[in-house]
């Protein structure tokens, strides 16, 4: 036997879930850092990002 305590199957359920919940938010953050990688490597979007930033008080 083993020295690891057992963990129930509705615990399992729960962290398999959060597990899900935190993949599809890195998900999300990848594409919008992808989405801004873009955006500033764009020399024509360079002007309209700098002016965004300006107007939200220089947070994006």
Same mark, same amino acid.
Request: overall charge negative; proline content about 3%.
């Given at each position: 036997?083993? #020295? $690891?305590? /057992? /963990?129930? #199957?509705?615990? *399992? +359920?729960? %962290?398999?879930?959060? *597990?899900?919940?935190? &993949? ?5 953050? !990848? %594409? &919008?850092? $992808?989405?801004?990688? $873009?955006?500033?490597? =764009?020399?024509? #979007? +360079? !002007?309209?990002? @700098? @002016?965004? %930033? *300006? @107007?939200?008080?220089? =947070?994006?």
């Amino acid at each position: 036997m083993s #020295n $690891e305590p /057992v /963990v129930g #199957n509705s615990e *399992v +359920k729960t %962290l398999e879930e959060r *597990v899900r919940e935190l &993949e599809r938010m890195l998900g999300r953050k !990848t %594409l &919008e850092a $992808e989405i801004s990688r $873009e955006d500033f490597q =764009s020399p024509d #979007n +360079k !002007t309209d990002i @700098a @002016a965004t %930033l *300006v @107007a939200q008080g220089g =947070s994006r």
